[in-house]
């Protein structure tokens, strides 16, 4: 490859905040290069100041904040010295920006159209008749349908993927040379991530500007990227190009990082996930040596004397850890530091513990007879047949919108179900939790997505623990009190945290403490929902772990919602796919996620950024959002989004339920042996693994 | 948005309809005889119990308050005892004034509320916004005759700019009445300042930490500009709204200032209704006030309906 000019780039930055605790030293020391036609991938979990790094480079700084020390050039010009306005001529013009939530992002009172054309007018000396036209045409280069009617509309009149689409044609409105995305996808729905992906990467084949790319997710690096910085704690670890970080890391800290995130493996051994002990440290704690090194596994002493500096270890590749040589290859790593918690034998099967016959969850609709049509129904779950088994975990995997959630409710009784039946142990439960015996309350409890909601401010850990334990197990305060001390010590948090509150615990913390609340009444089904997506990777592999354990101690099942298909694949026994609140597909993990896949799995697979970028992903994307739980289309629910629509059948009837092998169902009008001869390339392992 | 507004009318009718029924019962249990009131004590049982039946005062309460509201509705407000004057000329002639008063108050505190508030909003934390703040704060807490008396101290007695008295002909054109109306006006406008600048500083507050207005800044558009088409439309909409129920709010709430300055508007009228025990001018002031602030506050819901496009496309 030919040396490209570096279009933007950072040299020993430092970026300083004043605080009440004094000053915090952020951003310390930091350097990087992108080129043109590249795309710079900035990775860390939350607190590695990789959006300070970026606001900061480009002098966007709350008034506390300031760059110390260090250079910013773009295209040569040094953006440290410029003056308030001549920086506004950048901003904009030369520097676009895309942003998380893009909702948000876009005035709320203000039309889309002129909120883009506001650029064009600023920066092109356009007038605002061809600033429209501007308009126009980038919105038609972002492959937006119908761009004069959305320029017409107001932000919260369009769904997530139509918004980021526009705000990511204001920020090309310029051509720029820079453009900062920051975590543009992590709003979205895996689906339209998939879309918007496909946009950008389409986008940086053909423009010439530089992007700086901020993500914590490494699947999405894959699909973008082709040099990675990888951040902790405010400086750089690592940086290399994509395929060498990947496949050849040397620090210790990304090996950690590729190990936390569940690798797509189909079988049905279940293996840890890496952990990375303790968590990243304040700016103002930092730890004498090397910053990673508390939390390292190939710590030495002379690590704690002097703090390495990032240095290059090989071409292209620079690494901030003494040891760098010594750090293995992933896959060795993978197989050394993970171990197999179980493995399932074929054929056994154990009993059914929970089971839901055509669950039905209508809600009456509060529009009444507008312009004459009569009242729907919404329907959120419509008719669900699912099972879940002793000791094992039944995944929900489905869009936003897709009516998983509701079906744990129904199951808890939360939203009572209206219709179908629900059993327990093959007895029927009643649909609310208020006619049920406490002893059936007892049986199943739940955890939810956002511990901070999910647990009462002002009461400490050791209530939230003991109240099912007093109120449902029917313990004295005594004994609730030296249980509930047992279940910390078995979701690893100290016991001193007994008489803490919830807002001295961090976010992994909390959830740890909702997970030992939930074993506390010694369940038999724990309903799991989308408990760990709000949390950082390694964060979401040590409580991954934490789920595997304690049900392979206690034989509890769960039922595990989630819209990540890795960490579906990753806990799961069985794998249902739901969509518009009807199950798609059914079966073994194994089954699911081998073809043959019903048409809006194999959408969903192709859809989730793999971490791994050996593996192709076959590029089938799904048009539009799901459809209104109250306008539920005819025949097939999911025939006007079908990537594999076969015609008139789809539309005028519900499909039947094929039997694969084993349990596994799928409700297609496509045969099973049609769908398998199509899918056989959906996901295609590319090469052998280099370096391993 | 046709759908919105009916539904608010309705609410709006209803409420009228409960005010009126508290009305009316708190006037007939009002102690005091009315026909004693009016033909003195030592009128004749047979002239009292006359009045009464000229009154409708010996039937039901029902039928008393039906009729009432029946009348009230025609336009029909019924004769005041103490003035021997048609009502109705006079509570509009006194709402008229009460208008006029209320507009200078409005044209005062309104536009320097909300300057006040986007200064101290821009420069949040600093010694502007501190004292902004809780100057605009001592004034809530200070009623209007303490600060009407201090205004007049100064003003009127001291510096002998403006009349101490507003004891006006209630017939006077706004012109004529325009230098009798600056210091009750100032009066009412430190009260309602504090709230005008509180809901413009803390609306702004939040909205300059909102995403849209990074976005606004990072397109290189310039801080005035970012400040007139991102912030404002979006900060001012509460504010709005107060100062849209404000003017019900003003127009009821006249009281106290216009006995201050002895203000031939719709509060003194009432007081003097009041202290007269007049029966029928008591009512038919109340329920206006009623009237107006309930549709004050409409015009408030519908004008935060109109700017706020999340709300005009449910």
Redesign the interface.
Known sequence: MEARRPVFEIEGLHIDYATELGVLHAVRDVSLAVREHESFGLVGESGSGKSTLAMGA?R?LASNGRVTEGSVRLNGVDLLSLSGKEL??????R?G?V?Q?PL???????VIGKQLA??AQ??LGMDRAAAVGRVTEMLTKVAMPDPEAVMKR?P??LSGGMLQRC?IA?ALMTDPSLLIMDEPTTALDVTTQAVVLDLVADLKRESDSAILYITHDLGVITKICDRVGVMYAGEFMEQADLYELFKRPRHPYTLDLLGCVPRFDPTPQKRSLVTIPGAIPRVDELPHGCIFGPRCGFVEEACKAARPPLAEVAADHLSACRRWADVPPPAQYLREATEAVRTDVEGTRPDVLVAADRTRVHFKSTRRLIRGRAARPIRAVDGVDLEVRVGQTLGVVGESGSGKTTVARAIIGLTPATGGEITLHGKPLPPSTGKRPRATLREIQMVFQNPDASLNPTRSVGDAIMRPLTLLGGLSRQEARKQSKDLLRAVSLPVSYFERLPHELSGGEKQRVAIARAFAAEPELILCDEPISSLDVSVQGSLMNLLMKLQVEKQTSYVFISHDLSAVQHLSDAIAVVYLGHVMEIGDATRVLTPPFHPYTEALLSAVPLADPDIVQKPIRLGGSVPSAMDVPSGCRFHPRCPRFLGDICVEQEPPWREGEGDHRIYCHIPLDELTRLQAETLVLAGAEAGA | MLRFILRRLGFMVLTVILASIIIFWATTVLPGDVATMVLGRFATPQAKAKLRTELGLDKPIAVQYSTWLGKYARGDWGKSVSTDTAVRPVVFQRLRNSFMLAIVAFALYVPLGILLGLVAALKRNTWLDNSISVGSLAFIGLPEFVSGVILITIFAVELKWLPSQSAIDPQSTFVQAFPYLILPAITVALTSLAYVVRMTRSSTVDVLQ???V?????????PRRVLF??VL??SL?PTITVVAIGIGWLIGGLIVTESVYDYPGIGRLLLFAIQRRDLQLIQATALLIVIIYVVANLVADILYAV????IR?Q
Not at chain 2, 215 to 220: D, V, Y
Not at chain 2, 307 to 310: A, C, G, I, V, W
């Open positions: 480009i966007y506004r001529e950048l901003w904009g013009s520097i920006v942003y939530s948000s992002a876009l005035n709320p009172s203000i506001e650029v600023q920066h107001y919260h009149q705000v204001m | 909102m995403d849209y990074r976005t606004a800044n990072l397109k290189g558009l310039t088409t991102h439309r979006n909409l700017l706020n496009p999340r496309y």
